[in-house]
Protein backbone atom coordinates (compact mmCIF):
# COMPACT_ATOMS: atom_id res chain seq x y z
CA UNK A 1 0.00 0.00 0.00
CA UNK A 2 0.64 3.33 -0.77
CA UNK A 3 1.81 5.79 2.19
CA UNK A 4 3.44 8.74 3.17
CA UNK A 5 6.94 9.45 2.28
CA UNK A 6 9.20 10.90 4.69
CA UNK A 7 13.03 10.98 4.78
CA UNK A 8 14.96 8.89 7.35
CA UNK A 9 18.49 9.08 8.43
CA UNK A 10 21.01 7.91 5.78
CA UNK A 11 24.14 6.77 4.78
CA UNK A 12 26.71 9.05 2.77
CA UNK A 13 27.20 8.36 -0.57
CA UNK A 14 29.18 10.84 -2.25
CA UNK A 15 31.38 10.89 -5.39
CA UNK A 16 34.67 13.23 -5.57
CA UNK A 17 35.19 13.93 -9.81
CA UNK A 18 37.63 16.17 -11.19
CA UNK A 19 41.41 15.49 -12.95
CA UNK A 20 44.88 14.86 -11.93
CA UNK A 21 45.79 17.18 -9.23
CA UNK A 22 42.20 19.13 -8.54
CA UNK A 23 42.33 17.55 -4.67
CA UNK A 24 40.10 14.46 -4.85
CA UNK A 25 42.23 12.55 -2.39
CA UNK A 26 42.71 15.73 -0.17
CA UNK A 27 39.09 16.82 -0.40
CA UNK A 28 37.89 13.27 0.53
CA UNK A 29 39.90 13.10 3.78
CA UNK A 30 38.42 16.75 4.85
CA UNK A 31 35.38 15.42 4.51
CA UNK A 32 35.57 11.73 6.07
CA UNK A 33 36.94 14.64 9.11
CA UNK A 34 33.78 15.99 9.35
CA UNK A 35 31.60 13.18 9.14
CA UNK A 36 33.46 11.41 12.45
CA UNK A 37 34.25 8.08 13.23
CA UNK A 38 37.08 6.32 11.74
CA UNK A 39 38.20 6.87 8.56
CA UNK A 40 39.04 3.37 5.93
CA UNK A 41 41.22 4.44 2.70
CA UNK A 42 41.13 1.95 -0.29
CA UNK A 43 44.06 3.28 -2.16
CA UNK A 44 44.71 2.43 -5.90
CA UNK A 45 46.70 5.50 -6.54
CA UNK A 46 50.04 3.79 -5.11
CA UNK A 47 49.88 4.75 -1.91
CA UNK A 48 49.06 8.65 -2.26
CA UNK A 49 46.48 8.89 0.33
CA UNK A 50 49.09 8.24 2.95
CA UNK A 51 51.10 11.69 1.61
CA UNK A 52 48.16 13.42 3.74
CA UNK A 53 48.76 11.05 6.98
CA UNK A 54 49.63 14.52 8.76
CA UNK A 55 45.92 15.76 8.30
CA UNK A 56 43.93 12.99 9.15
CA UNK A 57 43.91 9.84 10.99
CA UNK A 58 42.74 6.65 8.54
CA UNK A 59 43.37 3.38 8.19
CA UNK A 60 44.83 2.67 4.57
CA UNK A 61 44.14 -0.84 2.33
CA UNK A 62 46.73 -0.76 -1.12
CA UNK A 63 44.92 -2.07 -3.42
CA UNK A 64 47.12 -3.42 -6.28
CA UNK A 65 46.44 -4.72 -9.95
CA UNK A 66 43.77 -6.45 -11.11
CA UNK A 67 40.99 -3.90 -9.89
CA UNK A 68 38.34 -6.47 -10.32
CA UNK A 69 34.85 -5.48 -9.04
CA UNK A 70 34.85 -8.49 -6.55
CA UNK A 71 38.19 -7.10 -4.94
CA UNK A 72 36.60 -4.42 -4.28
CA UNK A 73 33.54 -5.80 -2.66
CA UNK A 74 36.08 -7.82 -0.51
CA UNK A 75 37.49 -4.57 0.49
CA UNK A 76 34.42 -3.27 1.91
CA UNK A 77 32.93 -5.94 3.48
CA UNK A 78 36.59 -5.80 5.34
CA UNK A 79 35.59 -2.24 6.07
CA UNK A 80 32.42 -2.99 7.39
CA UNK A 81 33.55 -5.90 9.60
CA UNK A 82 36.50 -3.68 11.24
CA UNK A 83 34.02 -0.91 12.03
CA UNK A 84 34.96 1.92 10.73
CA UNK A 85 32.62 4.98 10.01
CA UNK A 86 33.89 6.00 6.76
CA UNK A 87 34.96 4.90 3.89
CA UNK A 88 36.99 6.48 0.98
CA UNK A 89 37.49 4.69 -2.25
CA UNK A 90 40.43 6.29 -4.14
CA UNK A 91 39.83 5.76 -6.89
CA UNK A 92 36.32 3.79 -7.88
CA UNK A 93 38.26 4.59 -11.79
CA UNK A 94 40.34 1.61 -11.21
CA UNK A 95 36.94 -0.58 -11.01
CA UNK A 96 36.22 0.48 -14.64
CA UNK A 97 39.11 1.40 -16.58
CA UNK A 98 42.25 0.11 -14.83
CA UNK A 99 43.77 -3.52 -15.47
CA UNK A 100 42.02 -6.26 -14.49
CA UNK A 101 38.86 -3.62 -14.32
CA UNK A 102 35.27 -4.05 -15.91
CA UNK A 103 37.01 -2.75 -19.84
CA UNK A 104 39.86 -4.57 -19.92
CA UNK A 105 38.55 -7.93 -18.17
CA UNK A 106 35.36 -7.69 -20.95
CA UNK A 107 37.21 -7.37 -23.75
CA UNK A 108 39.72 -10.67 -22.85
CA UNK A 109 36.30 -12.39 -22.25
CA UNK A 110 34.80 -11.25 -25.60
CA UNK A 111 37.84 -12.38 -27.12
CA UNK A 112 37.77 -15.89 -25.36
CA UNK A 113 34.11 -16.97 -25.02
CA UNK A 114 32.12 -14.32 -27.46
CA UNK A 115 34.58 -14.63 -30.71
CA UNK A 116 35.06 -10.93 -30.47
CA UNK A 117 31.73 -9.88 -29.76
CA UNK A 118 31.99 -7.30 -26.70
CA UNK A 119 28.21 -6.66 -26.36
CA UNK A 120 28.24 -10.56 -25.55
CA UNK A 121 30.36 -10.74 -22.80
CA UNK A 122 28.93 -7.55 -21.52
CA UNK A 123 25.77 -9.95 -20.10
CA UNK A 124 28.12 -11.56 -17.74
CA UNK A 125 30.19 -8.18 -17.02
CA UNK A 126 27.59 -6.32 -16.25
CA UNK A 127 26.59 -8.36 -12.93
CA UNK A 128 29.59 -8.30 -11.69
CA UNK A 129 30.25 -4.79 -11.62
CA UNK A 130 26.69 -3.92 -10.45
CA UNK A 131 27.29 -5.90 -7.59
CA UNK A 132 30.01 -3.74 -6.96
CA UNK A 133 27.48 -0.86 -6.71
CA UNK A 134 24.94 -2.36 -4.84
CA UNK A 135 27.86 -3.17 -2.18
CA UNK A 136 28.29 0.37 -2.36
CA UNK A 137 24.60 1.57 -2.18
CA UNK A 138 23.77 -1.17 0.61
CA UNK A 139 26.57 -0.50 2.94
CA UNK A 140 26.85 0.01 6.43
CA UNK A 141 28.96 3.06 5.63
CA UNK A 142 29.43 6.72 5.03
CA UNK A 143 30.97 6.28 1.73
CA UNK A 144 32.82 8.54 -0.19
CA UNK A 145 34.48 7.50 -4.58
CA UNK A 146 36.43 9.55 -5.97
CA UNK A 147 36.58 8.91 -9.78
CA UNK A 148 38.89 10.76 -12.44
CA UNK A 149 37.93 12.87 -15.30
CA UNK A 150 39.19 12.92 -18.65
CA UNK A 151 41.05 16.30 -18.54
CA UNK A 152 40.41 19.33 -21.44
CA UNK A 153 42.73 22.03 -21.48
CA UNK A 154 40.61 25.81 -22.25
CA UNK A 155 42.01 29.40 -22.52
CA UNK A 156 40.75 30.98 -19.74
CA UNK A 157 41.04 35.11 -18.95
CA UNK A 158 44.00 36.58 -19.68
CA UNK A 159 45.34 33.69 -21.97
CA UNK A 160 45.48 31.58 -18.56
CA UNK A 161 45.16 27.90 -19.32
CA UNK A 162 42.69 26.14 -17.65
CA UNK A 163 41.92 22.41 -16.72
CA UNK A 164 38.37 21.43 -16.70
CA UNK A 165 37.46 17.94 -15.45
CA UNK A 166 35.18 16.37 -18.16
CA UNK A 167 33.61 12.95 -18.13
CA UNK A 168 34.38 10.84 -15.46
CA UNK A 169 36.39 7.34 -15.80
CA UNK A 170 33.37 5.01 -14.79
CA UNK A 171 30.52 3.26 -16.54
CA UNK A 172 27.77 5.51 -17.82
CA UNK A 173 25.29 6.70 -15.53
CA UNK A 174 27.15 5.88 -12.48
CA UNK A 175 26.18 9.46 -11.02
CA UNK A 176 22.85 8.42 -10.80
CA UNK A 177 24.09 6.10 -7.89
CA UNK A 178 25.51 8.96 -5.29
CA UNK A 179 23.08 11.61 -3.72
CA UNK A 180 26.05 14.10 -4.11
CA UNK A 181 28.04 14.33 -6.80
CA UNK A 182 30.93 17.03 -6.47
CA UNK A 183 33.09 18.01 -9.42
CA UNK A 184 36.40 19.51 -8.31
CA UNK A 185 38.80 21.91 -10.61
CA UNK A 186 42.36 21.87 -11.18
CA UNK A 187 43.02 25.88 -10.65
CA UNK A 188 41.44 26.36 -7.16
CA UNK A 189 40.43 23.21 -6.08
CA UNK A 190 36.91 24.65 -5.69
CA UNK A 191 33.85 22.20 -5.91
CA UNK A 192 30.51 22.85 -7.88
CA UNK A 193 27.36 20.29 -7.69
CA UNK A 194 26.70 18.19 -10.63
CA UNK A 195 23.76 16.31 -8.50
CA UNK A 196 23.05 17.49 -5.25
CA UNK A 197 20.03 15.87 -3.39
CA UNK A 198 20.93 17.46 -0.35
CA UNK A 199 20.65 21.21 -1.81
CA UNK A 200 23.39 21.92 -0.06
CA UNK A 201 25.47 23.25 -2.83
CA UNK A 202 23.92 25.97 -4.56
CA UNK A 203 27.07 27.34 -4.88
CA UNK A 204 30.67 26.61 -5.47
CA UNK A 205 33.12 26.17 -2.85
CA UNK A 206 36.19 25.13 -1.08
CA UNK A 207 35.72 21.73 0.53
CA UNK A 208 36.90 21.62 4.22
CA UNK A 209 36.16 19.70 7.39
CA UNK A 210 33.07 21.91 8.17
CA UNK A 211 31.65 20.67 4.79
CA UNK A 212 31.31 17.08 6.20
CA UNK A 213 30.07 18.01 9.26
CA UNK A 214 27.02 19.98 7.21
CA UNK A 215 26.30 16.84 5.37
CA UNK A 216 26.50 14.91 8.29
CA UNK A 217 23.61 17.19 9.96
CA UNK A 218 21.86 16.93 6.66
CA UNK A 219 21.88 12.86 7.00
CA UNK A 220 20.82 13.09 10.54
CA UNK A 221 17.78 15.00 10.33
CA UNK A 222 15.70 12.15 9.11
CA UNK A 223 13.18 9.76 10.94
CA UNK A 224 15.40 7.87 13.21
CA UNK A 225 14.51 3.89 13.05
CA UNK A 226 13.99 4.26 16.84
CA UNK A 227 11.75 7.00 16.24
CA UNK A 228 10.04 5.63 13.32
CA UNK A 229 9.53 2.17 16.02
CA UNK A 230 8.25 4.15 18.28
CA UNK A 231 5.43 5.63 16.36
CA UNK A 232 4.49 1.94 14.41
CA UNK A 233 4.46 0.98 18.21
CA UNK A 234 1.48 2.81 18.99
CA UNK A 235 -0.54 1.10 16.67
CA UNK A 236 0.60 -1.81 17.53
CA UNK A 237 -0.70 -1.53 21.09
CA UNK A 238 -3.51 -0.31 19.82
CA UNK A 239 -4.48 -3.41 18.17
CA UNK A 240 -3.61 -5.52 21.33
CA UNK A 241 -6.25 -3.25 23.53
CA UNK A 242 -8.86 -3.75 20.97
CA UNK A 243 -8.48 -7.44 20.57
CA UNK A 244 -11.25 -9.63 20.31
CA UNK A 245 -9.97 -12.79 21.55
CA UNK A 246 -6.98 -14.52 22.15
CA UNK A 247 -6.06 -16.00 18.64
CA UNK A 248 -6.53 -11.78 17.79
CA UNK A 249 -4.13 -10.72 20.54
CA UNK A 250 -1.67 -13.19 19.59
CA UNK A 251 -1.34 -12.14 16.18
CA UNK A 252 -1.17 -8.42 17.02
CA UNK A 253 1.56 -8.88 19.40
CA UNK A 254 3.53 -10.88 16.83
CA UNK A 255 3.12 -7.95 14.75
CA UNK A 256 5.04 -5.71 17.03
CA UNK A 257 6.76 -7.84 18.32
CA UNK A 258 8.67 -7.14 14.69
CA UNK A 259 8.18 -3.60 14.93
CA UNK A 260 10.59 -3.47 18.06
CA UNK A 261 13.17 -5.66 16.72
CA UNK A 262 16.82 -3.91 18.24
CA UNK A 263 14.76 -1.95 20.43
CA UNK A 264 15.14 -3.56 23.85
CA UNK A 265 13.76 -0.40 25.77
CA UNK A 266 10.02 -0.69 23.42
CA UNK A 267 9.38 -4.41 24.61
CA UNK A 268 8.28 -4.14 28.02
CA UNK A 269 5.31 -1.58 26.84
CA UNK A 270 4.42 -4.21 24.00
CA UNK A 271 4.85 -6.96 26.85
CA UNK A 272 2.51 -4.83 29.41
CA UNK A 273 0.01 -4.07 27.10
CA UNK A 274 -0.16 -7.48 25.99
CA UNK A 275 -0.85 -9.07 29.83
CA UNK A 276 -2.97 -6.27 30.43
CA UNK A 277 -4.95 -7.04 26.81
CA UNK A 278 -4.95 -11.03 28.05
CA UNK A 279 -6.58 -10.35 31.65
CA UNK A 280 -8.94 -8.15 30.57
CA UNK A 281 -10.38 -11.30 27.94
CA UNK A 282 -9.23 -14.08 30.57
CA UNK A 283 -12.23 -11.91 33.19
CA UNK A 284 -14.68 -12.09 29.90
CA UNK A 285 -14.42 -15.66 29.07
CA UNK A 286 -14.41 -16.52 33.44
CA UNK A 287 -17.49 -14.44 33.66
CA UNK A 288 -19.70 -16.12 30.13
Given at each position: MFKKAERKQAKLRLALAGPSGSGKTYSALLLAMGLGGRIAVIDTESGSAELYADIA?????????????????????NAEQSGYTVLIIDSYSHEWTGSGGCLESNEKLAHQKFKGNTWAAWNETTPRHRKLTDKILTSSLHIICTMRSKTETVQGEGKKILKLGMKSEQRDGTDYEFTVVLDLTHDGHTAMASKDRTKLFDQPELISEETG???LDWLN???????????????AIADITRAPDMAALES????????VQGFDNLKPALVAAKEIRKAELS??????
Open positions: DFDVLNLHAPYSPERYVDAISKRLSGVSPEERAKELLVDAYNAGRAIRARESA
